[in-house]
């Protein structure tokens, strides 16, 4: 019996320790960096190896929003995950926020790193980051994928019951004087997205980075306007996902982790059909 309890117990001392803590995405001392760029003091961590992926997160997120993709991502890249400027440990004390500024930031970034060239994944506003960057420095961006992105802020881009809760926000808090630090970086996040970004459609046709575009069938971007995102890229993929909302790379993880490195190892990406 002695002999039955203490083997029960070696073997248990061994599944403890053998279990693998979570990685704290987002906050992780063993991964963690900073890098100043254009003024700010730019967080990110970085995993795996080989060819440079950048990760982008979405308004008001971390690098932690992305903890269900950089674990696959990283067997396959190395993965460079950022909080964008006034988002997570990326503190930046100024007024104003912009989604040009955000992209300068990573192009900074990457230029500091020694990097050329990277793939760029980005969500929500980190897929607007995405598509800006590779506008702005088109000798950055290898591919992109980018979900959930829009390319205005009015109601033909964005689902009408979000565009209205967003304006209703805006007047109810436009004349509050923010004190506190946070509530006022806050106010300025939620600013950026209710009047950003601008961007026709026609300066899409100056990416020459192959795209893929992403949405969920029920995403808070109205289906139309990704369709046209898509359409106006000269070398895009298309991917509607059934059955999700926003958070695609958070409710369909793993197929989008699969689907995100088929586009980048893609021998080819045909145009768009118009």
């Known amino acids: ?29 063993a991964a963690g960096h900073y890098q100043l760029v254009r003024g700010v003091k730019l967080y990110y961590e970085t995993y795996g190896q080989g060819p440079p992926l950048l990760l982008l997160h979405g308004n008001g ?13 990283a067997q396959h890249y190395r993965v460079i995950a950022v909080d964008s400027r006034a988002h997570g440990k990326s503190v930046d004390p100024g007024d104003s926020l912009s989604f040009e500024m ?8 990457l230029t500091s790193l020694r990097i050329d060239s990277a ?10 980051n995405a598509l800006v960057l590779a506008m702005r420095h088109p000798e950055k961006v290898k591919r992109l994928v980018a979900t959930g992105a829009n390319l205005w802020p009015d109601s033909t881009a964005l689902m009408p019951s979000l565009w209205r809760q967003q304006q209703r926000g805006y007047q109810e808090n436009k004349s509050v004087k923010f004190t506190d630090p ?6 300025k996040v939620f600013c950026l997205d209710v009047f950003q970004p601008n961007i026709p459609l026609s300066a899409l046709q100056g990416v020459r980075a192959p795209a ?25 993929w298309l991917w509607i996902i059934p059955n999700s909302g926003h958070a695609t790379v958070r409710e369909h993880a793993d197929e989008f982790n699969r689907k995100a490195d088929e586009f980048f190892q893609a021998k080819t990406v045909l145009p768009p059909v118009h």
């Open 212 to 236: 893929l575009i992403v949405a969920g069938d029920r995403d808070i971007i109205v289906p139309e306007h990704t369709i046209a995102i898509y359409r106006h890229l000269p070398h895009a």
């Open 119 to 128: 793939y760029v994944l980005g969500w929500s506003d980190g897929g607007i």
């Open 182 to 187: 946070k509530r006022r970086n806050d106010w």
């Open 61 to 73: 997120g971390s690098i932690k929003k992305l903890e269900n993709n950089i674990p696959f991502l």
């Open 1 to 29: 019996m002695k002999n039955c309890l203490l083997m029960f117990s070696l073997i248990l001392c061994y599944l403890l320790a053998s279990a693998q803590t979570p990685v704290p995405y987002g906050s992780n001392p």
């Open 102 to 109: 955000m992209a300068d930031d990573f192009a900074g970034l």
